[in-house]
């Protein structure tokens, strides 16, 4: 199936060619950090995880978003997602997939990879991040790509296929789950040490990931002539809605918990982030950024008039877009190193370096969405 991707037009060719010239320019860089060590990032010894790790946080979020077009779509007989939930499944790939990647790049070194495969421990939070994420990439792929082929032969999908999606769904969960607590379960980093981290990563993924597919599917029926419904797409953004307010409540309740009980530690990150601590302020026009999105954002999405016009409701997705990535994609790593234990701001900020490599990441995963997406639309197509 997958030889329709190799079928378009000139302006299919054009992204294409462009998507792998952005990545051989990341890769390119990637061997000069490689050959250079992360003393060409913004890492160090007090801020040692930064942009590749918060992206690799974010992506995972994207991924498991997936999972709200498949429970209605098959816990609750929702047929109408059945036209996209393909699309959600090849999302969740190409997002673990770069997923991987950043944490690839993260490790400095290549062969620094083997050793969590090789010298990984079951009491490692890591290790078990690792075999939920690429478990979930396989459950999407291989559920995708078979009701896709079922879809083509005008079959219902084989029994089996039923048991994976059914798999998949608390898989979703637990692949965000494992990934906060690879953060949370960390003594000494206030801002992550929390007991809601989790349910924030959950309620972030299932605003962000439907997002991130909702304004994909708007560019699909704005390139091509494959329609996700109208109907699919406001359902699609009630389901935001509920989920970006449940994640902003989350937010607050953070910083409620840390102001009101006055714990330096837990006030410190916040004051940080917000408005600066001890003269250092590189992240403050970030986070008021995210305040602006996100209550732009709330009021496209609470008010039912904006939230059913798809026009309306695409700012609406692109603002959660942005805020829920300020927030878990760029400031909760920092802010859980800033200030470290000791009180002291070691400020961070990404590299030229970092940057070009992050973008080329994401060329590699919109390259797999692309290629997906186009043998999926094309095949629907063909059986409408």
């Known amino acids: 199936m997958l030889d329709r991707a190799l079928k378009g037009g000139k302006g299919y060719w054009s992204w294409i060619v462009f998507l792998l010239f952005v990545i051989g320019v990341g890769f390119v860089t990637f061997l000069y950090q490689d050959r250079m060590g992360p003393i060409v990032t913004g890492l ?137 607590f690879v953060f949370a379960g960390l003594p000494g980093r206030h801002f992550w040490l929390s007991a809601i981290m989790a349910p924030r990563f959950l309620s972030s993924a299932f605003c962000s990931g439907p997002a991130f597919l909702f304004i994909t599917c708007m560019i699909m029926k704005k390139v091509s002539s494959f329609d996700p419904g109208d109907e699919q797409m406001k359902t699609l953004g009630g389901i935001i809605a509920y989920a970006f307010i449940i994640n902003t409540f989350f937010f607050m309740v953070e910083l409620f918990t840390a102001f009101y009980s006055s714990i330096p530690q837990a006030m410190d990150p916040f004051i940080y982030l917000f408005t600066g601590l001890h003269g250092h302020g590189g992240f403050v026009p970030w986070m008021w950024t995210y305040v602006f999105f996100t209550i732009c954002a709330l009021i496209l999405l609470i008010i039912p008039s904006t939230r059913r016009n798809l026009e309306t409701l695409t700012v609406a997705c692109g603002a959660v877009l942005i805020s829920t990535w300020i927030d878990k994609g760029l400031s909760m790593v920092p802010g859980g190193f800033i200030p470290d234990p000791f009180g002291k701001v070691f400020e961070y900020s990404p590299t030229a370096i970092e940057i070009i490599i992050t973008i080329g990441i994401y060329a590699a995963g919109f390259f797999v969405i692309t290629v997906l997406f186009k043998t999926a639309i094309s095949i629907k197509k063909e059986i409408a």
């Not at 673990?96 to 421990?121: E, P, S």
Request: glycine content about 8%.
């Open 44 to 180: 160090g010894r007090d801020v040692s995880w930064g942009l590749y790790i918060g992206q690799y946080a974010y992506f995972v979020g994207i991924a498991a978003g997936a999972v709200m077009v498949i429970m209605p779509l098959y816990l609750h007989n929702y047929k109408a997602f059945a036209r996209i939930s393909v699309l959600a499944d090849f999302l969740g790939v190409a997002a673990i997939i770069m997923v991987g990647l950043f944490v690839f790049v993260d490790l400095g070194k290549v062969t620094r990879i083997l050793n969590i495969a090789i010298f990984g421990q079951p009491k490692s939070i890591l290790f078990w991040n690792m075999i939920i994420l690429n478990g979930y990439m396989i459950l999407c792929l291989l559920i995708g790509w078979n009701v896709l082929s079922a879809e083509r032969k005008g079959l219902p999908h084989p029994k089996w296929v039923t048991f994976l999606i059914y798999l998949s769904i608390p898989w979703a969960f637990s692949i965000h789950t494992s990934t906060a």
